[in-house]
Nanobody
């Protein structure tokens, strides 16, 4: 019904940059808040950044000043620009969005499959 697909992960050296993308498709009426989460193997999921449809953004303290979240609601897309990457940023990154569908009308907490980011020291 609704699909989120991440891209842009990969291997980068410490201090480098990556840009993650998330594309939403399917029976979408509207998208509200979008989020990026990350998970290190064996650890809990961490909320990295969020952006509301109003444009208000929030960041985890660990990424403030280094990561920038943005969204193109016309394209149902979200991005995460990651600069000054550190080895501790290594994780699987997931996009997540609050999506309203129509026919039938419903609200979904949609998740992507994740993209691996590896930062080498």
């Amino acid at each position: 019904q609704v699909q989120l697909v991440e891209s842009g992960g990969g291997l980068v050296q410490a201090g480098g940059s990556l840009r993650l993308s998330c594309a939403a498709s399917g029976n979408i009426f509207s998208i509200n808040t979008m989020r990026w989460h990350r998970q290190v193997l064996g650890k809990q999921l961490e909320l990295v950044a969020s952006i509301a449809s109003s444009g208000i953004t929030n960041y985890a303290d660990s990424v403030k000043g280094r990561f920038t979240i943005s969204a193109d609601y016309a394209k149902n897309a979200m991005y995460l620009q990651m600069n000054s990457l550190k080895p501790e940023d290594t994780a699987v990154y997931y996009c997540n969005a609050d999506i309203a569908t129509q026919y039938p009308f419903d609200t979904l907490d949609a998740w992507g499959q994740g993209t691996l980011v590896t930062v080498s020291s």
